[in-house]
């Protein structure tokens, strides 16, 4: 598995991540990641629509917290058109307090714990902390990648004019 030594800073610190780096025209790969239950999900049961990603270290942070917050937003106006999903590390039960606190209502809440296999697909996988590099992903309804923003320093905000205007394009 293709490793990245030096991907993503963390204060001064720069670390390694796994997995490739997606662009717009790959397909999306297959993960298979925790919901609230502990029951698993994959990529195969958010088809049908485009498919917005917000890849965070852990919701229990400040940038995370913001991040989630804002694409929630998002989420509420373009309901019905788009299906969105917060992946962290984080514990299922973790994110459904944080999702209770929060009062999100229209994005899912995906964890990577188990075996941060979607981190290894999706090139957001930091192995020196076992978390995710903060990312952004939007898929389109056939599965194909049409936005993927790795953001380079942990504790810095995607750039959501972007993210969130590609999958206006595709959402009408």
Known sequence: MEERPGAVRLGEETLTVRGPVLAPGDRAPH????????????????TGRPL???????????????????????????????????????????????????????MDFLSDHLDLSFGDAWGT????IRQEQRAVFVVDAGGIVRYAEYVPEIGR?????????????LTG
């Open 31 to 46: 993960f298979n990641l925790l919901a609230p239950d502990f029951s698993k999900k994959s990529l195969t049961d958010y």
């Open 157 to 169: 905000h995607p750039d959501y004019d972007a993210a969130l205007e590609a999958l206006r394009e």
């Open 52 to 106: 917005f990603l917000s890849v965070v270290p852990s919701l229990d942070t400040s940038v995370c917290d913001l991040q989630t917050r804002r694409f929630e937003e998002a989420a509420a106006e373009l309901r019905g058109r788009a299906r969105f999903l917060t992946v962290s590390v984080d514990l299922p039960p973790a994110q459904q307090r944080w999702r209770k606190v929060a009062s999100t209502e229209h």
């Open 125 to 128: 996988h930091v192995l020196e």
